[in-house]
């Protein structure tokens, strides 16, 4: 199969919505008045974002998904978006259900392929995706307040605890392992959440590095500090479990640290950290409900800077979680060096 | 050197034009009435399309120059663009000249760099560039009519010819290679060409895999055919030389061959191919004059379909060439198999 047959079979299709879709040296989008183009590109490498054995389908999913998560933090309604794809063969049974991931979830968001590259090389997967906002309306970083609320919507840490598991450094019962692995494979990009957060947040981010990790982004383009609740984070975990549920592998506070860790820094997790005015909670219970999407309230925003952790007494709790960071050593998991 | 600082110092500038640039969620571009946003995307990936020691100023030239090239070949003004680099390591004194060649170009086109994202893993480097293009204005492939003149600017087949020096399939005196390398290594885009072809040529595309190759996209998206004057081709190889210049490795014949094949289906090239009617032609050479760059007449559209390739006398010549397919083994280079 050549380079031209490939795209022509699996992902040239009719655009509904762009003047010019794939097929051209450029794809042509039409600007709405009054509307501004947010943009957002992710790159997917092998060994790195995903395990080589992933199946296809969610991993078109995925590549898709991280970028839609991108435009979900900013409120931007998705539009459109390309792929560059570096292969290292043409194989129809790995193209077939990889495009059939990445173009179900792109139909279920109106979001239209337009454009792309192919080429021959370690397996990568590049999206560029594009988004409209009405101008000056789009989510940004840099508008968090002292007193605001933080919250974050979902549930957060399930991805990274499914992947201790498929590294062997844990084990967890089939149902549970099942559970968050369908996490970290097929994560949900809270797009409509994001719409309906425009008018009401101040500030919001996705969560891929780790909450920790991208609240403090919020908090550094603000130029504020926070104080997050750990005894609430911690049920962020949706996969927590009583200790025995883990095979006996931790003890109550081994267990805590573990689900803690992947709550506060695990990453992976494409949910929404946002803050929003203390006046605004009904609001943002609104827009939960419109995103279908439970979200939780678990700090609050400080004028005084730095990001500091209590337990559910207000007593200090060390802040021991580094954020991912793709050019520096990642810590060991609490509980899991061995 | 941790990713955030990476950015931070290599590749984060304050934007001119766009509403937000590097460093939240989303890129945000204004869009301007009744202009659409034309879109590309190209991945470049090592040992496919550089060679691993490949000096990385050059290699940031390199990498925006094939994207700026896509929007050259539909007449749109570069406005923005975004990067996403997998990178083994991060190391100042390979990031430092990438991210200088690829500002460098970007500034010489005022095109921004507005986001991105960076990653541990083997080399690969995909661009996604933005121009803008009033509606309906965009030169496409499938415009091209019978009866239209066929052009292409420039020299063609240099990077091709330098390719085959460095593979060791052929020897090439010093000046003869540090010419068609440079050419190879630091492609034009022909920017201003296409802006000033908008309103006069009736189809076109950039020559990256190949003139035949390129311009048969321009063929079949228009339902045409075309002839091709292989005698005026040939003397688009820039490094056209006597055979005696290239060190006696050819008879006359050879390397006669061996500079068609180099012309016509080396690719790399990145010039315009282009048709335009024959009443316009003055308004092609005023076009050449404005873009900077000759522009040599080299066949015309016919009715019926195929590509036909003839010598001075009108006199069929066999086409043997095939353009660069990703996923398809490359015919070995006339002359050069040994």
């Known amino acids: 199969m ?38 957002s590109t992710d790159m997917l490498v092998q060994g790195r974002h995903f395990f080589p054995d992933v199946d296809p389908y969610t991993l078109g999913h995925k590549a898709l998904a991280v970028n839609l998560s991108d435009l979900a933090a900013c409120g931007a309604r998705p539009l459109a978006f390309t792929l560059a794809l570096a292969l290292p063969e043409a194989r129809s049974d790995w193209l077939e259900p990889f495009s059939r991931g990445l173009l179900d979830l792109a139909d279920a968001h109106d979001c239209e392929l337009i454009g792309g590259d192919t080429t021959q090389g370690p397996l990568n997967i590049c999206i560029t995706v594009f988004g409209e906002v009405p101008a000056g ?24 605890l499914a992947l201790q598991a498929m590294l062997g450094h844990i084990t967890l019962p089939p149902t549970l392992l099942a559970a968050t692995r369908q996490r970290m494979e097929q994560p ?34 603000s130029s504020v500090g926070a104080t997050v609740d750990t005894s609430v984070a911690m049920h962020l975990l949706a996969a927590y ?14 267990w805590m640290a573990l689900a803690l860790r992947c709550v506060l820094a695990g990453g992976d997790d494409y949910e929404l ?12 219970a609104a827009a939960a409900l419109q995103g279908d999407v439970p979200v939780t309230r678990l700090g609050r925003i400080d004028a005084a800077p730095g990001l500091r952790l209590v337990n559910a007494d207000g007593a200090a709790v060390e802040n021991r979680f580094a954020s991912f960071d793709h050019f520096a050593e990642r810590e060991t998991v609490a509980g899991c060096s061995a």
């Open 241 to 254: 479990a009583d200790p025995a549920d883990v095979n006996g592998q931790f003890d109550q506070e081994q």
């Open 188 to 221: 949900t990009p809270r797009v409509a959440l994001g719409l309906a957060l425009r008018a009401v947040a101040s500030a919001a981010a996705d969560v891929s590095d780790g909450l920790l990790g991208d609240l403090g982004h919020i908090l550094k383009q």
């Open 2 to 39: 050549g380079e031209f047959e490939l795209i022509e079979r699996f992902f040239k299709r009719p655009v509904r919505h762009a003047a010019l879709g794939v097929g051209d040296d450029c794809a042509l989008l039409n600007s709405a008045p009054g509307m501004q183009m947010a943009v």
């Open 273 to 284: 950290v946002f803050t929003a005015p203390v006046s605004r909670r009904k609001d943002v």
């Open 137 to 160: 309306q789009a989510l940004l970083r840099s508008g968090a307040q002292p007193g605001d609320d933080i919250y974050v919507s979902g549930s957060l840490g399930d991805a990274y």
